[in-house]
């Protein structure tokens, strides 16, 4: 079993910056590939980054390439994403997942992700 915890999220503005942290217990997340994803009022969830077991491969949705990084500290057991030059379409609640058993494929699939935080919110002002 793998608990994540997600943190960081608040009220930020445009231009602005927010660090989300996802913290995670099990000794399964060094080997694993994590995630963030989104989901904004109305919608479903969108994937915005992924990052492999030892961060040396990352990937990122149209919306978060240039402004977002992710990266990861397995020795923390800990999953980051930096998010800058913040934009009101931004807000959503915020989630991070990781891969145990799912397939190699489809990092960017929500359905591949085994278990998921409880999200937090980050709302930006315009």
């Known amino acids: 079993q793998v608990q994540l915890a997600e943190s960081g999220g608040g009220l930020g503005e445009a231009g602005g910056s927010l660090r989300l942290s996802c913290a995670a217990s099990?000794?399964?997340?060094?080997?694993?590939?994590m995630g963030w994803f989104r989901q904004a009022p109305g919608k479903g969830r969108e994937f915005v980054s992924y990052i492999n077991w030892n961060g040396a491969r990352t990937f990122y949705a149209d919306s978060a390439k240039g402004r977002f990084t992710i990266s990861r500290d397995n020795a923390k057991n800990t999953l980051f994403l930096q998010m800058d030059s913040l934009k009101p379409e931004d807000t959503a609640v915020y989630y991070c997942?990781?891969?145990?058993?799912?397939?190699?494929?489809?990092?960017?699939?929500?359905?591949?992700?085994?278990?998921w935080g409880q999200g937090t919110q980050v709302t930006v002002s315009s």
């Open positions: 997942a990781i891969k145990i058993y799912g397939p190699s494929y489809g990092d960017d699939d929500a359905k591949t992700y085994d278990y």
């Open positions: 099990g000794r399964t997340f060094s080997g694993a590939t």
